[in-house]
Each structure stands twice: as structure tokens, then as C-alpha cells.
């Protein structure tokens, strides 16, 4: 009721998010829909609504797939396509919907789509850490692991001081070169959470434990809203 008497007067696109957040919590599909398309003409710009809207699709298209229906799941998922595709005519530099929009694509269309769309979001979002590491990620999911080293390797040329990147690229050494490549990032940003529990998972797998979990607790401590370093 509030919500909707704050778009009568002309709410927020933060307004029309919230409301279309409540009709997904009620299962009410086409009225999140109207929601979300409503707001969308209002506020194109903010990514959010094309992320909520294009997730919908998902979601619709993964009830399909489990209902043993092929061709509404790609009707769904080519539907999902398109608001993406939309979204970032809009938003070119909103890093969730190419990450979405890349997913997707190598969902359906295999890696070397998955590449194109990588290839595009860098050229719109050149040197940005999250869109490397994904790309970096779609290689290994697909055992290219010479083409994650090399793009490693120059993702850390063009963002030297990426605490996720450097996180990675220690995941991504072999073993024995691990400690090595752990005081390379630990020199380059040593203050970095996502450095810190990388090196936390070295002791642990030392088995040692007290400075393993003294190392867990700082990238805590530094980054207490990162849920992975619980785990």
C-alpha cells in the first residue's frame, strides 16, 4: 500500500524495485513484470530493474527445463537475452548485466560466445577486475587452463593491485609455487582481504591451523560483509 501510493507520486527507481522485490516474495509473475517494465520506462538507466527483469525470465526458463519443456525454456531464456541486450544499450557499464548476459550465453551457445560478450564488456569496462576474473573462470569451467594462465597473466599486468585477481592467480599456481606467488601478491596489496584468506588457506592446508585462522580473522576483520571467508 505505501509502495504504491510512493509511485503515484512519482517514486525513486529504488520505489519501483522494492515493489517488484514484493510481488517476486507474493509469486505474483505478471505483476512483477508490469512493475518492472513500468520503472524501466521511468528509470532506463538504473540496472537493477533490467537485472531484476532478466532474472525473471531465468527463473521462468528454469522452471520450464524442469517441467520438460525445451521450448519454452529457450523461449524464456531468448527473452532474457533481449533484456539484457537491452539493459546494457542503457547501462554499457553495469558489470552484473554482462556477467549475465555472458552466463547466459555460454549456457546456450558454449564458451566462444561466452568469450564475445567478455571481449565486449572489457572494451566498455577496460582494466575492471571482476570481468577478468569471470572471463578467466568461463576458461577453466571448460579445461582451457592455458588460456586462464595466459589471461591471468595479463589481467595482472592491467590491474596489478586486484586483491581478487591475486586471490585467484594463487588458487590457480601449482602447488608448489603457491607460497611464492603468495608474497608476490601480499608485496603488490598486501592489506587486501581477499589476499589475506588466500594465504589463510596455504597455512590451513600446512596444517597450521592457529595461523591460519589469526589470517582468516583479519580478512574478516577487513572485510566483514564477504561470507566466503566463514566458510
Not at 564458451?111 to 566498455?124: C, E, V
Not at 587486501?192 to 597455512?203: E, M, Q, S, Y
Request: proline share 4%.
Amino acid at each position: 500500500m505505501l509502495l504504491a501510493k510512493a509511485r503515484e507520486r512519482g517514486g525513486t527507481e529504488r520505489v519501483w524495485m522494492k515493489s517488484a522485490i514484493v510481488e517476486r516474495e507474493l509469486g505474483n509473475i505478471e505483476e512483477e513484470r508490469k512493475l518492472l517494465n513500468e520503472g524501466l520506462k521511468q528509470f532506463p538507466s538504473f540496472y537493477k530493474l533490467w537485472l531484476m527483469l532478466g532474472q525473471l525470465e531465468e527463473h521462468l526458463a528454469e522452471a520450464a527445463k524442469q517441467q520438460d519443456q525445451p521450448e519454452k525454456w529457450h523461449a524464456h531464456k531468448m527473452e532474457a537475452k533481449k533484456v539484457y541486450d537491452s539493459g546494457l544499450k542503457s547501462c554499457p557499464n553495469s558489470v552484473p548485466l554482462w556477467l549475465s548476459l555472458a552466463n547466459l550465453e555460454e549456457e546456450m551457445s558454449g564458451l566462444s560466445k561466452a568469450r564475445a560478450i567478455f571481449s565486449r564488456a572489457q572494451k566498455k569496462n577496460p582494466q575492471n577486475p571482476e570481468l577478468l576474473l569471470a572471463a578467466i573462470r568461463a576458461e577453466l569451467k571448460h579445461g582451457c587452463k592455458n588460456v586462464a594462465d595466459r589471461l591471468m597473466s595479463t589481467a595482472l599486468q592491467e590491474c596489478p593491485k586486484s586483491g581478487i585477481l591475486w586471490a585467484a592467480s594463487i588458487e590457480l599456481a601449482p602447488r608448489l609455487e603457491r607460497k611464492r606467488k603468495s608474497k608476490d601478491a601480499l608485496n603488490k596489496c598486501g592489506h587486501d582481504p581477499h589476499v589475506i584468506a588466500a594465504g589463510a588457506k596455504l597455512f590451513w592446508n600446512d596444517r597450521r591451523v592457529d595461523k591460519a585462522r589469526s589470517w582468516l580473522n583479519r580478512a574478516v576483520t577487513l572485510a566483514p560483509d564477504i561470507g566466503d571467508f566463514w566458510a
